[in-house]
């Protein structure tokens, strides 16, 4: 099982950035998939999420400037970051799981965002 994340970088405050993270070896439809985030020091935590059928929830902190979505024919989760602040800056991990059953990580892609 692989998921690698990609699309991470430096971006100045008010820009964009968009992560992909491609999986294989799993029959990814079947799997909720997330996106989370850890800075320095600080705990990790959820981004956002969404289900096999695209039901999708986002951290309050995110929400109305980060948009998750999945192409299931391609395997791959999206996370569309507009809006971005400096307090975004950390290293941004994937994740898949069905409940109850198994989870996995990605590797993590940083993202920094400066003024």
């Known amino acids: 099982v692989q998921l690698q994340a990609s699309g991470g970088g430096l971006v100045q405050a008010g820009g964009s950035l968009r992560l992909s993270c491609a999986s294989s070896?799993?029959?990814?439809?079947?799997?909720?998939m997330a996106w989370c985030r850890q800075a320095p020091g600080k705990q990790r935590e959820l981004v956002a999420a969404i289900t096999g059928d695209g039901s999708t929830n986002y951290a309050d902190s995110v929400q109305g400037r980060f948009t998750i979505s999945r192409d299931n024919a391609k395997s791959t989760v999206f996370l569309q970051m507009n809006s971005m602040k400096p307090e975004d800056t950390a290293v941004y991990f994937c994740a898949g799981w069905i409940p109850s059953v198994t989870k996995y990580w990605g590797q993590g892609t940083q993202v920094t965002v400066f003024q």
């Open positions: 070896g799993i029959i990814f439809r079947l799997y909720n």
